[in-house]
């Protein structure tokens, strides 16, 4: 939901009202096919609008939007799935790897964290809070320091991987598959 919130306030208001469509039909349409369409079409809208960030916007920013994109994605491949005659895919579920909170499950992705936790402060092996973000629209990964009233001190995009810790326990961020950051318990 923050993520959401963040997006509504940095951008138009046909983008929010195409995600408020997207929302309502999603909760009261069973059509899969016109879902299907509905979703390329706020994809493409979504990355058209990464590519359009100015160097001046917000970090955070393009990161909502690219971890909203990566939303899309998944809700995208789980409409495939029920096309394909696949539907109960959609109600497995895993547990967080931090807070053992069910999660939606995610073959390629076993151990990674809820929302919730990833909302948490997370720091480096020196303690210093990072957030993460895709370095750019094909990926990578972005380390964003912070002190300690959350400016921003400086970023790093040498990393393939990162370790940090949630509540003193150590995680790897690394860039997903389809585009944002994925943060799994280190094994």
């Known amino acids: 939901m923050e993520t959401l919130t963040k997006i509504k306030e940095a951008t138009n208001s046909s983008f929010v009202t195409l995600f408020n469509d997207w929302q309502e039909l999603n909760n009261h349409d069973n059509r899969t096919e016109f879902k299907l369409d509905l979703i390329e079409k706020f994809i493409t809208d979504t990355k058209e609008r990464i590519l359009g960030i100015s160097r001046d916007s917000p970090s955070s920013y393009r990161a909502s939007l690219i971890h909203f994109l990566v939303k899309l994605t998944e809700q995208k491949e789980l409409l495939e799935d029920e096309l394909r005659g696949n539907p109960n895919i959609t109600e497995q579920t895993q547990p967080c790897s931090n807070c053992l909170k069910d999660v939606p499950f995610n073959p390629r992705y076993t151990e990674y964290v809820c929302e919730d936790c990833r909302e ?7 303690g210093t809070l990072v ?22 001190i400086r970023e790093d995009k040498s990393f393939r991987k990162f370790e940090c810790f949630i509540d003193g326990k150590p995680f790897i961020a690394s860039p997903a598959y389809f585009g944002g950051i994925i943060i799994q318990k280190k094994t």
């Open 131 to 152: 957030s993460f973000c895709n370095s750019d629209f094909g990926g990578g990964l972005l380390v964003i320091y912070h002190d300690e009233n959350n400016k921003v």
């Open 120 to 126: 948490k402060e997370t720091r480096d092996s020196n």
